[in-house]
Each structure stands twice: as structure tokens, then as C-alpha cells.
């Protein structure tokens, strides 16, 4: 039986996004293969994370695309573009809190592609007026990968519900956790 490279990066990254000190034998399970196997296809630990950093660019480049970020406002593009990232929520997840990834000069060409990409994005939506000027594109940027990565963590635990995976990223993103000063005021009594 063939091996899906993919299916196994997939089956690696759901296992380590939970578990990041997980053995390569674990990995070998949870993909339902062989640890032989496993090692032929990666020499070890560091060819496997970044094997799935790879196929976790592609994928979020996918979803950019997907997601017709030039069209339609900011805050449209930016609906879309978190519902085309749910589906690899999870690998987002493992990779941006996968320190040797952003280490040293070896760090993936990738990663500075899809910040300018998210980062337009939220310049646009500024210069719309739909998006806060008083926060840097790059904070942006950095906090929606956050949201998207703890997000995924908290549907896999369930502690949130995944059909209000897209809605919560977005909300807090755009509206905050500060209630309005409206909610806040007291009626004269």
C-alpha cells in the first residue's frame, strides 16, 4: 500500500498540535504506518517539521488564493480568508508555536510571502477606514495566525464549538474583548 505523504504530514501535525514532545514512533502511529516507513520518508524529527511546514504554506497560499483577498472589502476578504484556513487550523496551530521554524537564517522564504499577503490585507482595511490605524499591520498579522492557532486548539479539546470557529476568530479580531461604552454606561436612575 502506498503512502499519502500528505495524509501522514496531516495525521503528524492533528498529533503534534496537541502533543509537541510526541516520538516519532507516536507520529508513525497516529499515521497508521509503519516507524520504518516513517523514517525512510523522514530522516527524523527536523525533516518531518519541516516537511509540514512546507505543506502548511502551500495550504495557507491555497486559502489566500481561495479567498479572493482583492476583492470585495477588507473585512470580506478577511471573512473568507479565515473560513479557507479553517480546514488546516490545526497545522497553523503546531507551526506558529514551532520555535526552530523562526530560528536562525534558515527560516522559510514562505513565511515572509503570506505575512505580506495578511499584512496588504489589513493595510487596505485601514485605508478603508474598516480597520483600527492605531495597530500595525504586522500586529495584525501575527494576532490572526494566534487567533486561528488557539482557536483550533480550543475546537480540538472541545471547549468551542468548531461551527463557531470562523465567527469568534473574526469577532475578536475586529470587535475586541472590550464591551462598547454604550453596554458599559448606566442608565440615570
Known sequence: MAMDRDQVLRAAAALLSRKSTATMDEVARAAGIGRATLHRHFAGRDALVRALEDLGIRAFEVAFDNARLH??????A???????????????????????LFEGDQVNEGWARLD??????????????DIRIDLSPAWLTEALYGLIG???????DGRVAAKDFQYMI???????????????????S
Do not use: Y
Request: with cysteine; charged share 25%; proline share 3%.
Open 71 to 76: 476583492e470585495g472589502t477588507a473585512v470580506e
Open 78 to 100: 478577511l471573512r473568507r480568508l479565515v473560513a479557507e484556513a479553517e480546514p488546516d487550523a490545526q497545522l497553523l496551530a503546531f507551526l506558529v508555536t514551532e520555535n526552530q
Open 116 to 129: 505580506a499577503r495578511v499584512s496588504a490585507l489589513f493595510r487596505r482595511g485601514q485605508e478603508e477606514g
Open 150 to 156: 488557539t482557536c483550533a486548539w480550543a475546537v480540538m
Open 170 to 188: 473574526i469577532e475578536l479580531l475586529l470587535g475586541g474583548a472590550r464591551r462598547s461604552v454604550e453596554k458599559l454606561a448606566v442608565p440615570n
